[in-house]
C-alpha cells in the first residue's frame, strides 16, 4: 500500500474559515515533508515544507504540523480564499538504496465555498 | 512560472506512433523527473536523472524511454504505447537528487492514446 495518505479525499470550507487538511504516513525514518498545490490544469505547486526535527513551521497563511509519535501531517490555511481552491498533496522523502525518492499521497480537493 | 517547461501540452496518438515530450527547466538545477498522474492515484515517479546521469528507473515499461542530454533538458520518447498510458506526465527539477528535495514541477504533458 501507500506510504502517504490522507485522511478525507475532499474537503469544502467557506470563504474565510481556516482549513485543514491532514495526511498520514507509515514510515518512521522519513525526515523530510512538503505540501504541494496543485491548480486545475498546472503542475504541483511547492507550499510549505518541514523536518522531522522540527513539530511546527508557519509561513504565510499556512502552518505545517508535524506529530512523529502518531506519524501524521496537516496542513492548515488561515482565512481561506477562492484562490485556495486545489487538489493539495503531502509528499514524504524515503530512503531507497543510496537514493531519496520524494513518495506522494493521493491528494484532497480542497473546495472553497463562497 | 516555475521555470519548467514542458511541451506539447496536450497530445493525441495511435498506438503505433513515436513521439516524444520535451522538457526544459531554467532554475540551474541537477536533478531532474519524470512523473505519471493518472486520475485519483498519487504521482508515480518514473525515472530520475542526477548531473545528466539516470539514478532511477522505477520499473517503468521499455515504451518509455527517457533522455537526458543536458542538465536543463530532459525527453521522453514513447513507443507502441497503450490505451492505460493515457495520463498527465509531469517533469520536475530541484537542485540535488537528494537531501532536501524541493521540487520545481512543470505544468504537463496531457497524453491520450487510442
Known amino acids: 500500500g501507500e506510504s502517504v495518505g490522507l485522511h478525507l479525499p475532499t474537503l469544502s470550507v467557506q470563504e474565510g474559515d481556516n482549513s485543514i487538511i491532514n495526511c498520514a504516513y507509515s514510515?518512521?525514518?522519513?525526515?523530510?515533508f512538503i505540501w504541494y498545490k496543485q491548480e486545475s490544469g498546472k503542475g504541483p505547486q511547492f507550499i510549505i515544507d518541514?523536518?522531522?526535527?522540527?513539530d511546527k513551521r508557519q509561513g504565510q497563511r499556512v502552518t505545517v504540523l508535524l506529530n512523529k509519535t502518531v506519524k501524521h501531517l496537516s496542513l492548515q490555511i488561515a482565512a481561506t480564499q477562492p484562490g485556495d481552491s486545489a487538489v493539495y498533496f503531502c509528499?514524504?522523502?524515503?530512503?531507497?538504496?543510496?537514493?531519496?525518492?520524494?513518495?506522494f499521497g493521493s491528494g484532497t480537493q480542497l473546495t472553497v465555498l463562497p | 512560472e516555475t521555470g519548467v517547461t514542458q511541451t506539447p501540452r496536450h497530445l493525441v496518438m495511435g498506438m503505433t506512433n513515436k513521439k516524444s515530450l520535451k522538457c526544459e527547466q531554467h532554475?540551474?538545477?541537477?536533478?531532474m523527473y519524470w512523473y505519471k498522474q493518472s486520475a485519483k492515484k498519487p504521482l508515480e515517479l518514473m525515472f530520475v536523472?542526477?548531473?545528466?546521469?539516470?539514478?532511477e528507473n522505477n520499473s517503468v515499461p521499455s515504451r518509455f524511454s527517457p533522455e537526458c542530454p543536458n542538465s536543463s533538458h530532459l525527453f521522453l520518447h514513447l513507443h507502441t504505447l497503450q490505451p492505460e498510458d493515457s495520463a498527465l506526465y509531469l517533469c520536475?527539477?530541484?537542485?540535488?537528487?537528494?537531501?532536501?528535495?524541493?521540487?520545481?514541477f512543470g505544468a504537463g504533458t496531457r497524453l491520450s492514446v487510442l
Open positions: 518541514i523536518r522531522s526535527n522540527m
Open positions: 509528499a514524504e522523502l524515503i530512503s531507497s538504496g543510496s537514493a531519496r525518492q520524494l513518495t
Open positions: 532554475l540551474g538545477h541537477n536533478a
Open positions: 514510515n518512521s525514518a522519513s525526515d523530510y
Open positions: 520536475a527539477s530541484s537542485q540535488g537528487g537528494g537531501g532536501k528535495n524541493i521540487q520545481y
Open positions: 536523472y542526477n548531473f545528466k546521469e539516470q539514478t
